[in-house]
């Protein structure tokens, strides 16, 4: 039987890190399909979470939009997560686990992993399996964001064709504040949010509101949270009157203009990128969430980093709501 990604990255990442029981990436991505439109729906089940996934999960979301894209039942692809918002990306408490960092506190464990450990991990999982299914998918692909859209939910956000949002939605990569401006598919977000706007986001590491990100053209439209379920639907059902073979030869000629553009330089951007910026030197001051995670737990290591700038530019809602800026 052929292994999944996660369990070929076994002797490569710290598996004592990592979750990988298939009962519990099963529950915290479902698959479901409308009972009478040919519409299906993945959505992120973690909620107590705020929707941050195992990492060997992420490989879950990828298998899920293949098997929808070969059900001729299927048009469309929902994305939408359970609970307070649509996701936050990989869980925090795995970073660092998944490209072969250590538990311990002793220079065996903390020794830097090579680069072959860095990049197959984000080659073949964060991007192979997961991101690149959904930007290669031939059905339409819709993101139902409400709350937190960050990380690897960003990710799906940027990969699919529309995105539907309410007011609250906040989107951005958390990477961007750990890791420096680099590990990320630069085609994906240079094209969704222009280049200014891009540079702003990676440079400043702050989110961008769902209004805002409306107005760039990145999100579709904004819609009363009590209406977003409702909205989705009528955008996904606008689509299901397209024949199949219509909206499948179309999505092929995008991706055509896509590679004409730079995507599959984009995309590499993505995982070598990534191998770089986890190798980054940090100086004195700096930093270093990986030591902080290590030494004050994951909680309070967000909340400090996120106190250190202006409610403007913080991830946490709750933070930029107390001190007068936008909830998230």
């Not at 179309?250 to 951007?269: F, I, L, N, S, Y």
């Not at 910026?277 to 995670?293: D, I, K, Q």
């Amino acid at each position: 039987m052929k292994k999944s990604e996660y369990e070929l990255l076994e002797g490569q990442w710290d598996a004592d890190g990592m979750e990988t029981d298939p009962k519990v990436l099963e529950k915290s991505v479902l698959y479901e399909k409308h009972p009478q439109k040919p519409i299906a729906y993945v959505t992120f089940n973690a909620p107590d979470r705020l929707n941050a996934l195992p990492v060997a999960s992420l490989e879950r979301v990828g298998d899920l939009v293949r098997e929808a894209e070969v059900d001729d039942d299927v048009k469309v692809i929902v994305f939408r997560g359970a609970g307070p918002c649509f996701g936050t990306g990989a869980d925090a408490s795995e970073l660092g686990h998944y490209i072969g960092y250590g538990r311990g506190k002793d220079r065996a464990s903390r020794r830097r992993p090579a680069q072959r450990q860095r990049m197959l991990p984000d080659r073949n999982l964060i991007f192979g399996a997961f991101t690149n299914p959904i930007t290669n998918c031939l059905k339409a692909t819709i993101s139902q964001v409400h709350g937190y859209c960050y990380g690897g939910h960003m990710q799906i956000a940027l990969a699919t064709d529309l995105v539907v949002a309410s007011p609250d939605a906040l989107f951005t990569h958390p990477a961007f504040r750990y890791l420096g401006a680099a590990p990320q598919d630069m085609y994906a977000w240079i094209e969704n949010l222009g280049l200014k706007k891009m540079k702003e986001i990676m440079l400043t590491m702050r989110p961008l509101e769902a209004n805002e990100a409306e107005r760039i053209g990145f999100v579709n439209k904004v819609v009363p949270r009590d209406e977003l379920d409702q909205w989705t639907e009528d955008y996904a059902t606008a689509i299901t009157m397209m024949p199949l073979d219509g909206i499948m030869m179309g999505k092929a000629m995008m991706q055509m203009m896509m590679a004409a553009r730079g995507k599959g330089v984009g995309e590499m951007t993505g995982w070598v990128g990534h191998g770089w910026a986890t190798n980054l030197v940090l100086e004195e001051g700096e930093f270093n969430f990986l030591r902080e995670r290590r030494d004050k737990g994951l909680g309070r290591t967000l909340r400090e980093r996120d106190e250190a700038v202006a409610p403007f530019f913080r991830l946490g809602g709750r933070l930029r709501k107390r001190d007068g800026g936008s909830s998230a």
